[in-house]
């Protein structure tokens, strides 16, 4: 056990509908990530959020947004869902102050568009 | 811009065996980290083993261990006295500071009674 949480674990949803994802980082941890793993593009990272602000995005869609809450705990929020967005997404968290250090992951939600 | 290739898809070993599983990369970073994460058929994703690249020492972790080549920006993975839990996706990993990680498209390793 990462210690890192994520919920729901499983979530099927038709196309052009909403969903959210929801993590908790590990305790003291203040860096939020957020990857999707899909069979074809692997595990790509989405963005991140370090005590509240967005410190750096990646390959994410603009229908996807995402926020870290004042408990530190992460929302990542799909819009307008295709059937390519079906995938694992995983939220990690990494301790704060220590470049370089190791990324937690949690279960991942494995989300199904259909 | 950082990449990550692993060149072997799949893999098998005897269990007890030992196995290397390769992985090379390319960064303009100067100060980074290299990572192998473990994903058994649970998708958890786990830590396997860190190296810092300013560290010349091979890290090792109980049963694994690497060969950090800076030079060749080479970084595999020794996997000894092979077990059936060892059976999972692994992948190579790297990172810069405190922000993301650029994963390989990782290898399937099988362990066979």
């Known amino acids: 056990d990462s210690g890192v949480t994520q919920t729901p674990k499983h979530l099927i949803t038709a196309t052009g509908q909403r969903v959210t994802l929801r993590c908790s980082p590990r305790?003291?941890?203040?860096?939020v990530y957020w990857y999707q793993q899909s069979l074809d593009q692997g595990l790509q990272f989405l963005i991140q959020?370090?005590?509240?602000?967005?410190?750096a995005k990646g390959n994410i869609l603009e229908r996807f947004s995402a926020q870290q809450f004042p408990d530190l705990h992460s929302e990542l929020n799909l819009s307008s869902l295709e059937l390519g967005d079906s995938a694992l997404y995983f939220c990690a968290s990494s301790a704060p102050g220590q470049g370089g250090g190791p990324q937690y992951f949690g279960p991942g939600t494995r989300l199904t568009v259909t | 811009a950082q990449t990550v290739t692993q060149s072997q898809p799949e893999m098998s070993v005897q269990e007890a065996e030992t196995v290397t599983l390769s992985c090379t990369y390319d960064?303009?970073?100067?100060?980074?980290?290299l990572f192998w994460y473990k994903q058994p058929p649970s998708r958890q994703m786990i830590l396997v083993i860190r190296q810092e690249a300013y560290k010349q020492q091979n890290a090792t972790e109980n049963r694994f261990s690497v060969n950090f080549q800076k030079a060749a920006k080479s970084f595999s993975l020794k996997i000894s006295d092979s077990q059936l839990g060892d059976t999972a996706m692994y992948f190579c990993a790297s990172g810069a500071g405190s922000y993301q990680l650029t994963f390989g498209k990782g290898t399937k390793l099988s362990v066979i009674p």
């Open positions: 959020y370090y005590n509240g602000e967005e410190r």
């Open positions: 305790s003291g941890d203040l860096s």
């Open positions: 960064t303009s970073e100067s100060n980074y980290y």
